[in-house]
């Protein structure tokens, strides 16, 4: 078990996060390449199968169909980003080197994390999904309810964070229920960690992204294919940030988790 130590500042930790992405990338090459061309092709993939998702009338359409394909991309991505987001944990919590992206669907670290991830994409999608049922029966209560569970899921998602690195470095008692308990008091602390280690994802988003988007809305394939791509990077990178910022936290924060 790892001593737990001071609470790290909202600026302290944020910075440490891209401090330790840079390290991740220059010590583990190969799996972060790895990683790059994963999700390239999974956005190029999810760009084919769900076209519906990306522009229409200049605005992203999230009806039923919409939402039960971007809940299984969801489930899917998470599968497939569980191996490296691991590797991030160990790397940030035990300094140890991961040279190889590997799916492991035998190994019980593997799975447990898997599962946790899938579970919280599908809470992720779960608003647009009610909204979208609800919409059906009274438009405006839709978005009432996709709104308000929006926010249900972002104060679980913030809660239950440090839960991630616990399962990757073998904790104790890795259960959502102990993550809970470790974050009570310390919410809008996880919070504002997660949301200024995000704001250095801004500027990249607009270098990758805000270039094609005009021409998304015109429904040019190109400017597509080429959001899909920055789409991809910019998840590889925001990825890596998150995940050694929830490990920060979990060294700081876990007691019930082990």
């Given at each position: 078990m790892m001593s737990p130590q001071p609470i790290p500042s909202i600026w302290s930790?944020?910075?440490r996060a891209w401090s330790d992405t840079f390290q991740v990338i220059r010590r583990m090459p190969g799996l972060v390449l790895t990683m790059a061309v994963i999700l390239l092709l999974f956005q190029l993939v999810s760009l084919v199968v769900g076209?519906?998702?990306v522009m229409t009338d200049g605005a992203v359409r999230f009806g039923i169909g919409a939402s039960l394909t971007t809940l299984v991309l969801s489930a899917i991505k998470a599968v497939l980003l569980a191996p490296f987001a691991i590797a991030v944990h160990r790397f940030v919590l035990l300094d140890e080197v991961t040279p190889r992206?590997?799916?492991?669907?035998?190994?019980?670290?593997f799975l447990r994390f898997a599962f946790y991830g899938v579970l919280l994409a599908a809470l992720t999608v779960l608003p647009h999904l009610v909204g979208a049922v609800f919409a059906l029966v009274w438009r405006g209560f839709g978005g009432f309810a996709s709104?308000?569970?929006h926010i249900v899921v972002a104060v679980i998602a913030v809660r239950v964070v440090i839960l991630f690195p616990a399962v990757a470095v073998d904790a104790a008692d890795p259960t959502w229920r102990h993550a809970i308990d470790d974050t009570k008091g310390h919410s809008w602390h996880v919070f504002f960690v997660l949301l200024v280690a995000s704001l250095g994802l801004v500027p990249l988003g607009v270098v990758l992204i805000a270039p094609f988007v005009s021409a998304a809305i015109d429904q040019a394939w190109f400017a597509e294919i080429m959001i899909a791509i920055g789409t991809g990077l910019l998840m590889l990178v925001a990825t890596t940030v998150l995940v050694a910022a929830a490990s920060r936290l979990y060294r700081a924060l876990s007691v019930s988790l082990g």
């Open positions: 930790a944020a910075t076209l519906d998702l992206y590997r799916l492991d669907p035998a190994n019980e670290r709104f308000v569970l």
